[in-house]
Nanobody, 117 residues
């Protein structure tokens, strides 16, 4: 089990940008994959983006072209650069790690992102 701590959330106007960070207690370069998820009030937790050990990335259709997932293995930190934010991006954002298999097994506590119109 690894510990994941998100930061970087906040309140931003529509069209603005935020960068989320997820610091890990382990080695990001050794994980099968890492990802970002989000949960809006009254809704299910949804997939946002993932980055595999190989560096391959994948995104939800709703954020393609606006969000970028990346990692810094030297700092053991995962990032989510969010541009052109929309009010519908408002949610609690969680990072997750899949240590060996493709299944996510470790989760952070979440960071709130609020986009005002």
């Amino acid at each position: 089990q690894v510990q994941l701590v998100e930061s970087g959330g906040g309140v931003v106007q529509a069209g603005g940008s935020l960068r989320l960070s997820c610091a890990t207690s382990g080695r990001t370069g050794s994980y099968s994959r890492m990802g970002w998820f989000r949960q809006a009030p009254g809704k299910e937790r949804d997939f946002v983006a993932t980055i595999w050990k190989s560096g391959t990335t994948d995104y939800a259709d709703s954020v393609k072209g606006r969000f970028t997932i990346s990692r810094d293995n030297a700092k053991n930190t995962l990032y989510l650069q969010m541009d052109s934010l929309k009010p519908e991006d408002t949610a609690v954002y969680y990072c997750a790690a899949a240590l060996i298999s493709a299944q996510y097994s470790s989760w952070g506590q979440g960071t709130q992102v609020t986009v005002s119109s």
